[in-house]
T-cell receptor, first 112, second 110 residues
Framework: GESVGLHLPTLSVQEGDNSIINCAYSNSASDYFIWYKQESGKGPQFIIDIRSNMDKRQGQRVTVLLNKTVKHLSLQIAATQPGDSAVYFCAETPPGTYKYIFGTGTRLKVLA | SQTIHQWPATLVQPVGSPLSLECTVEGTSNPNLYWYRQAAGRGLQLLFYSVGIGQISSEVPQNLSASRPQDRQFILSSKKLLLSDSGFYLC?????????FGSGTRLTVV
């Protein structure tokens, strides 16, 4: 079935370094992608989104890159802080559906 | 403002007991509503979604059911819980920025 997967289950980075979290999606027709951050015991929170007509979108300290050729999505976090420690999920939305498909998540650990 | 409420926050239930989790949304009308389950250390599994009152789509055959008796109310139920029903249950609605999730219910079936 359709799926969104992540390459790395756990990523450890030094505080102040940049983080890159990767995601592969399976439906080439998906037209909307979102990154979520989930802290322990809480519901996921929206970080940034991107539509399929774009290849890059920047937010505050975060950048999402979309490579439709290889069906790859990445989240870049600049100057990673301890508060960035969480599980990050990517999600894709196939066209014509009401549902988002999530990957299993990547745990980001920020080392002091 | 638009908010989503989910309760209870935690629940411990014996095997074979019934379940009812409630989710309500404020500040919007006719939202698309969703129930997700998250097993410990795992991703999000879509259980049910609803695009309107009385309209329920089931994604995974299981021991659970969902109902939408009112426009902004979404209920997850079970007649008899199984151990495998343990997990973190999340309600969500489709807002301007993809999903907005509730705070979740941690269910432990013992």
């Amino acid at each position: 079935g359709e799926s969104v997967g992540l390459h790395l289950p756990t990523l450890s980075v030094q505080e102040g370094d940049n983080s890159i979290i990767n995601c592969a999606y399976s439906n080439s027709a998906s037209d909307y992608f979102i990154w979520y951050k989930q802290e322990s015991g809480k519901g996921p929170q929206f970080i940034i989104d991107i539509r399929s007509n774009m290849d890059k979108r920047q937010g505050q300290r975060v950048t999402v890159l979309l490579n439709k050729t290889v069906k790859h999505l990445s989240l870049q976090i600049a100057a990673t802080q301890p508060g960035d420690s969480a599980v990050y999920f990517c999600a894709e939305t196939p066209p014509g559906t009401y549902k988002y498909i999530f990957g299993t998540g990547t745990r980001l650990k920020v080392l002091a | 403002s638009q908010t989503i409420h989910q309760w209870p926050a935690t629940l411990v239930q014996p095997v074979g007991s019934p379940l009812s989790l409630e989710c309500t949304v404020e500040g919007t009308s006719n939202p698309n509503l969703y129930w997700y389950r998250q097993a410990a250390g795992r991703g999000l599994q879509l259980l049910f979604y609803s695009v309107g009152i009385g309209q329920i789509s089931s994604e995974v055959p299981q021991n659970l059911s969902a109902s939408r008796p009112q426009d902004r109310q979404f209920i997850l139920s079970s007649k008899k819980l199984l151990l495998s029903d343990s997990g973190f249950y999340l309600c969500a609605w489709t807002s301007s920025y993809g999903y907005t999730f509730g705070s979740g219910t941690r269910l432990t079936v013992v």
